[in-house]
């Protein structure tokens, strides 16, 4: 079976994915990107052997403060391999499902076309976007399949109707974890040691890791310690870039927030800031953080992320899913971590790690992948 992928860009953390598909021996298999997405991280690995891919020219158009990418060629090219199946990424790759549909249409239409979306974020009302709604409910009918990010999204998608269950596919969403998984494996250093390393108090630490912007409430690392004397014994480490890092920087010297680290972006340092870290967490929007701090040993305290936490926290065991994003809230959640005894800690950073070992790995998102495209393409006209 041949079995076509689009995608925007083929990130770092998809590589380990599309190089199992490429090796498989089941499915013929070829992923379709296009250039980097311009004042985006979303950006192509510098590695992408072991996958079988064409990279396309692109231009983007700028919608909404965002960039769509158009790749030169896409119909052209799905002409010459003749996919039976092709697995559309969702709206952010808008023009990429576009021509697949009208490749679909024109050219072969027997061929299969897989959605693969979040559907809707938690906490994000979609009634409130009647317009989008329509849109996206009247391109759903040109797809015989839904890969979904997680179980979140499947229940959104039920909620929103007019599809059927057996046409729904859970993926759970998830990082290199199998790069996590080994570097945690080779780590010999011990929580105190790493510290030591990148010059933290030897104490409890908190670690924030993403992009600085306003949809991700980076602020709360600041006023969390700022509002509680009782967090004032932690670290608060701030790993990342974006537009509001000149923001926290000010906003800790005017506080003089000593037990708040502002890092920058790291890279091959956040094996580091992974074992040095007690809790990860994630006040706002996020994703493939929640499986990399897991497969580390590190559990998430999050409020609304992108639905994959629903998956992947297992409840005061691999983490916290708050019902709000108080201040409040959040700070209640580390001090529960915090006194917990060291032996329970321990218990808990074996339980993370397991959990992404046995459940979420690429393994499992290339079966899940397998199973969509086997039953879609069995689905007669």
């Known amino acids: ?43 192509n690995a510098s590695d992408l ?54 490749f679909k249409i024109l050219f072969k239409r027997n061929t299969k076309l897989i959605h693969w979306c979040f559907i809707a974020l938690p906490g994000e009302d979609v009634s409130k976007k009647q317009i989008i709604a329509s849109v996206k409910s009247f391109f759903r009918n040109f797809f015989s399949g839904f890969l979904l ?17 057996e046409k729904m596919f859970v993926a759970t969403n998830v990082g290199n974890t199998e790069k996590l998984i080994k570097a945690y494996r080779e780590c010999s250093f011990s929580k105190s040691e790493s510290r030591r390393q990148l010059g933290l108090c030897d104490q409890f630490t908190i670690l924030y890791l993403g992009t600085l912007d306003r949809n991700k409430r980076p602020e709360l690392l600041l006023e969390l310690p700022r509002s509680y004397d009782c967090l004032r014994k932690y670290n608060f480490v701030v790993a990342g870039e974006g537009p509001m890092f000149s923001y926290l920087e000010s906003e800790k010297k005017r506080w003089e927030l000593d037990n708040v680290y502002l890092v920058g972006k790291i890279t ?4 580091s800031y992974l074992n040095a870290a007690d809790v990860l967490i994630i006040p706002g929007r996020g994703g493939i953080v929640i499986s990399e701090a897991l497969a ?25 899913i708050l019902g709000n994003g108080a201040i409040e809230d959040f700070k209640n959640a580390i001090l529960s971590f915090s006194n917990l005894p060291i032996e329970k800690l321990e218990q808990i950073k074996i339980l993370c790690h397991q959990t992404v070992l046995s459940e979420f790995n690429s393994q499992n998102m290339v079966n899940q992948i397998k199973i969509a495209v086997n039953t879609v393409h069995s689905i007669k006209m």
Do not use: W
Request: net charge neutral.
């Open 296 to 320: 580390f040993g590190v559990p998430v305290i999050v409020h609304q992320a992108d639905g994959t936490e629903y998956d992947l926290i297992k409840p005061g065991e691999t983490g916290i």
């Open 268 to 271: 091959s340092e956040i094996f």
């Open 149 to 165: 990010y997680s179980s979140y999204s499947k229940m959104r998608l039920l909620q929103i109707g007019g599809v059927p269950e």
């Open 1 to 43: 079976m041949r079995v076509a992928i689009l995608q925007r860009v083929c990130t770092s953390y998809r590589v380990p994915l599309f190089q199992q598909l490429s090796d498989d021996p089941e499915i013929e298999f070829k992923l379709f990107i296009g250039a980097n997405v311009p004042d985006s991280k979303v950006k």
């Open 49 to 102: 052997s072991g996958i079988n891919f064409i990279k396309l020219k692109s231009f983007f158009v700028k919608l909404r403060g965002h960039y769509f990418p158009i790749h030169t060629n896409l119909i052209k090219e799905l002409k010459r391999y003749q996919p039976e199946v092709i697995i559309c990424e969702g709206e952010s790759n808008f023009f990429g499902y576009l021509q697949a549909i009208i």
